[in-house]
């Protein structure tokens, strides 16, 4: 796709990137509202915070000046990392843009001495095709109130040093 590029995010990507996981993620809240709320308050602050401290990698797609996808990855214990977000625009979805966030994450993760990244999914999902391209394992199952069940997967990207 041309004009295409990943970059890191800054502060005033916020406001498109929690338009975008509201309408990637809005469900898990029950109703539309309540994720605007949770995504355009409390949730939009932290990641301000961990774009500005750079505690994580923010990583935003970006097409002809216009934020269409990103993802949000941090420390999690030792060498794991935990990918907490990633979500492509609705439109764009199917085009390669969400391989690209990955392929650029792995790149950088595994730069900074990262060897695995982690991450929860919910059970049944499209989603985890996507993720079988970068091999991603299971590794256990969490309960949780709000989805049913979040299967963990982790991703190997390199050796422990
Ligand atoms: C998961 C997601 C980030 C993938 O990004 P993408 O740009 O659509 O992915 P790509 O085009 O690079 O790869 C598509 C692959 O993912 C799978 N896939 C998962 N969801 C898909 C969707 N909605 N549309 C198309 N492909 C999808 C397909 O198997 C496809 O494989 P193929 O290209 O070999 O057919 C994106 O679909 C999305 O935002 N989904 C909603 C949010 C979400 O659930 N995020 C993950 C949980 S944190």
Not at 64 to 79: A, Y
Not at 101 to 121: D, H, K, P, Q, S
Request: with cysteine; hydrophobic share 45%.
């Amino acid at each position: 796709m041309m004009s295409l590029r990943i970059r890191k995010a800054l502060p005033e990507d916020i406001q498109a990137i929690v338009d975008i996981a509201v309408e990637a993620f809005w469900k898990e809240y029950g109703n539309i509202e309540e994720a605007r709320k949770a995504f355009r308050g409390p949730v939009a602050r932290r990641w301000k915070h961990m774009i500005e401290d750079k505690t994580a990698i923010v990583l935003v797609a970006e097409k002809d000046k216009q934020v269409i996808g990103f993802l949000v990855f941090r420390w999690w214990f030792g060498w794991n990392g935990w990918l907490e977000a990633i979500a492509v625009k609705k439109e764009y979805r199917g085009m390669g843009i969400g391989t690209l966030l990955m392929r650029a994450l792995i790149e950088r993760a595994r730069r900074i001495g990262y060897t695995r990244i982690c991450f929860a999914v919910r059970q049944n999902e499209e989603v985890i095709k996507f993720y079988r391209k970068f091999n991603a394992q299971r590794f256990g199952e969490l309960p949780d109130e709000d989805v049913g069940k979040l299967i963990l997967y982790f991703i190997h990207i390199g050796e422990s040093i």
